[in-house]
């Protein structure tokens, strides 16, 4: 049984930096990819960044590119997503996910219908 659990949300003041982990268990993730979804309030969920378990090759949407990096840790079975810059609108519960079969997808799923697997949920509020 696959299980994905979130951690490190919490408050931060506009222009700040926050590390989320997702902690991965129930079977190997070699072949899987790895994603990031926020959803705000009010709002549908959103692809944020997702990376190839095996080739740690990655994809982030543009509203975050170039402030957001997502990486995961073999050892440890985690992926990371390491936000600077943070805006008002990053604001949003983040949620970690699993496709089984996304690792050779070239570029990487965008679609949380690819995703089987999800965890809790952790949130961000950035304040200004």
């Known amino acids: 049984q696959v299980q994905l659990v979130e951690s490190g949300g919490g408050l931060v003041q506009t222009g700040g930096s926050l590390r989320l982990s997702c902690a991965a268990s129930g079977r190997s993730f070699s072949g899987y990819a790895m994603g990031w979804f926020r959803q705000a309030p009010g709002k549908e969920r959103e692809f944020v960044a997702a990376?190839?378990?095996?080739?740690?090759?990655?994809n982030y949407a543009d509203s975050v590119r170039g402030r957001f990096t997502i990486s995961r840790d073999n050892a440890k079975i985690m992926v990371h997503l390491q936000m600077s810059g943070l805006k008002a609108e990053d604001t949003a519960v983040y949620y970690c996910a699993a496709d089984p079969r996304g690792g050779y997808r070239a570029p990487l799923s965008r679609s949380a219908n690819d995703y089987d697997y999800w965890g809790q949920g952790t949130s961000v509020t950035v304040s200004s």
């Open positions: 990376c190839s378990w095996t080739s740690g090759a990655a």
